[in-house]
């Protein structure tokens, strides 16, 4: 059943979250950037789109009042007051999440470890895994440490287990711990044989 409601950050039981200083300065920069750059752009665009609107208000003055003069200054007021009203009063628009991340491949493209990782559900893991049920994100959560590959692997493989313990259920309930034990069977294999992780414990 998909998740309705906004959820918080999950946390582990131990309390884990990842260390590594490179990719964390680099997630918050580019939350930073795609606040800036988006600021930028809605700024620019009622800049431009005022510009036009001024522009011809000004030339259907001149030509009525037959003044250009007087057009040019009831202009530079309307433009002046336009701007300090924009500066003032308009909010930047939000950032689109899913894109925040987008230099490094998506926020489900972060090395699992990732998912307990507060900025990066800033950065598009609410959105990206909205559809991802609570027993599923816990399943996630307590092999994310040790799991080699990236949030959208770690969660895949949790499907695909969920997926097989319902197969194999056999007329019982499946509960997360039939869930946790397939995927962690698989998450210790991946482990075993992958060269290596995309995160260090």
Known sequence: MPQSSARDVPARADGWRPQDPVLNNLIHKCIEDAQRRNSETGSMTAFFGGGIVLMILGVILAVGTGSPLLAMIVVVVLAGGGLFYAGVSTP???ADPMRVLDVLGGPGNLPAGYLVYAPAWKAGLTELLARVTDRELSVAVRLCREHPGSIADLIRLVLAAEQHAHEHAFGHTVTE???FRVAQRATTEWARVSP??????
Do not use: R, W
């Open 92 to 94: 930047s628009p939000p």
């Open 177 to 179: 711990t039939d869930v």
């Open 196 to 201: 290596t992780t995309m995160l260090s414990a």
